[in-house]
Nanobody
Framework: QVQVVESGGGLVQAGGSLRLSCVVS????????MDWYRQAPGLQRELVAT???????YYTDSVKDRFTISLDSAKNTVYLQMNSLKPEDTAVYYC??????????????????WGQGTQVTVSS
């Protein structure tokens, strides 16, 4: 069983910074890609940033040059460094892990896991 747990959310003033962490734990797995999503009240969940196991990254336009996603493969942890925060960044942030779970030699499956979310609130 694989678990995904986020941390690092909180209340910050506009212009401030936060760093979110997402730890993936369990037995016999490897990480393919990791995403950060966010969902503000009344809005759909949106993709914020992605990082592949090879280190390629993607950012939605509204966070480019402000947010940085990084992956520590040894710790199975993905980070989202958020700088120059704006009130419109207020949302619940979710980690979405795309993993490969190994059941044995040449026996595996790919699966996706959501974390429980962490609240980020930016005051004006």
């Amino acid at each position: 069983q694989v678990q995904v747990v986020e941390s690092g959310g909180g209340l910050v003033q506009a212009g401030g910074s936060l760093r979110l962490s997402c730890v993936v734990s369990g037995n016999s797995f490897t990480i393919n890609d990791m995403d950060w999503y966010r969902q503000a009240p009344g809005l759909q969940r949106e993709l914020v940033a992605t990082i592949t196991s090879g280190g390629n990254t993607y950012y939605t336009d509204s966070v480019k040059d402000r947010f940085t996603i990084s992956l520590d493969s040894a710790k199975n942890t993905v980070y989202l460094q958020m700088n120059s925060l704006k009130p419109e960044d207020t949302a619940v942030y979710y980690c979405y892990a795309h993993v490969r779970v190994y059941l044995g030699v040449n026996n595996f499956y790919d699966y996706d896991y959501w974390g429980q979310g962490t609240q980020v609130t930016v005051s004006s």
